[in-house]
């Protein structure tokens, strides 16, 4: 759009970078999130451990850094260098703000709606759990966002969203929900509108994740809270907490033993989502030691092998049933625990 507005003009190549930078600058101030929304004071979480909350801040931050880059510079080759800086351990956050930048560009300049797509099939491929997790950030804050997605996603034959990781977006919907809007999710207990059927229980795998940002990884409250819902939700609940616990961490063995004994008759559903951390992490090649132990203690087995599980039940996957594949997928893994001593 810029390169025919400067052509039709004749402007110089100059007076082209000028323009582009002034674009860039009004973007970033216009799009700006201030840092102290990541903070738990000004969320209202109570994070008594000084340790987590650190760490649970400092990947707020990250996701910030991610997004602010992104609205300042969408070009690709550019983000990916900056990404990339990011502690390995960390990165991942990055690219899960970035995509919420890149999808927030791509709403507001309806002649240019590929940047989102192109990050995620190019730069992000291999950090794309995230990619999608970031973009249900931007659906949560933009008007008829989630509904518009859906409608795209229950598309038959579609490319993007991907049919079957394009879910993980209403996983950060529901995410988004929690950490931002926590007294209208968690009590009283309200679901969406905007949403219904499968979607519903994906928006409480996101808000089950974000039970772990609220709390701040205190084992007892996370279970005692998600023991006050209605029985039905309390399953996807235990599998975001176990997306949480694998991927962000931040606790210790003891901590996760406990989480163990408290998910109780869901420690398929927790383990699936632990699973699936490990295979997030796995794909980007950002391992940590939180992921290793939690697939050590929650399901016996590495975090290289909770990967390949997740790998090998996606051979054959049913894109043509009455659940969405996602959902399938994701019963296939709960279902494998059974054999390494997880009780389904």
């Known amino acids: 759009m810029w390169r025919i507005f400067t052509q039709l003009l004749n402007v110089s190549e100059k007076s082209k970078c000028l ?8 973007r970033a101030r216009l799009f700006k999130i201030s840092i102290e929304e990541t903070s738990a004071a000004t969320r209202g979480f109570i994070i008594r451990d000084i340790y987590k909350k650190q760490k649970l801040e400092d ?9 602010h880059l992104a609205i300042a510079d969408a070009e690709l080759e550019i983000l990916a260098t900056q990404l ?21 560009l791509d709403y507001f300049t309806p002649w240019q709606r590929n940047r989102l797509k192109n990050f995620l099939s190019g730069i992000a491929i291999n950090h794309i759990y995230m990619g999608y997790v970031g973009t249900g950030w931007l659906l949560a804050r933009v008007p008829g966002g989630i509904q518009r997605y859906l409608r795209s996603l229950n598309q038959p034959h579609q490319e993007f969203p991907d049919p079957l990781l394009g879910w993980l977006a209403v996983d950060g919907y529901g995410f988004h929900a929690g950490y931002f809007h926590h007294q209208h999710y968690l009590q009283p207990q309200n679901m969406p509108s905007e949403i219904d059927g499968y979607a519903l229980r994906v928006f409480d795998q996101g808000l089950g994740r974000s039970l772990w940002f609220i709390y701040g990884a205190d084992i007892p409250q996370i279970a005692a809270t998600i023991n006050t819902f209605n029985q039905v939700r309390q399953a996807d609940l235990w599998s975001g907490v176990g997306l949480a616990c694998g991927y962000a961490g931040g606790v210790n063995r003891q901590e996760i033993e406990t989480l163990r004994e408290l998910a109780g008759l869901y420690l398929p559903h927790l383990a699936q989502g632990v699973a699936f951390a490990a295979k997030a992490r796995e794909r980007a090649g950002n391992p940590t030691s939180d992921t290793e132990m939690a697939c050590q203690v929650l399901l016996g087995i590495s975090a290289q092998t909770a990967a390949e599980i997740t790998d090998k039940l996606l051979i054959d996957l049913p894109y043509d049933a ?20 997880v009780p389904v």
Request: hydrophobic fraction near 50%.
């Open 59 to 67: 990947i707020g931050l990250t996701f910030l850094y991610g997004y």
């Open 322 to 341: 009455a659940l969405p594949a996602y959902e399938i997928w994701r019963q296939l893994i709960q279902k494998q625990f059974a054999t390494l001593g």
């Open 84 to 104: 990339n800086v990011v502690k390995t351990e960390m990165r991942g956050f990055a690219f899960e703000g970035a995509a919420m930048g890149l999808a927030l």
């Open 19 to 26: 323009i582009n930078q002034t674009v860039k600058q009004y």
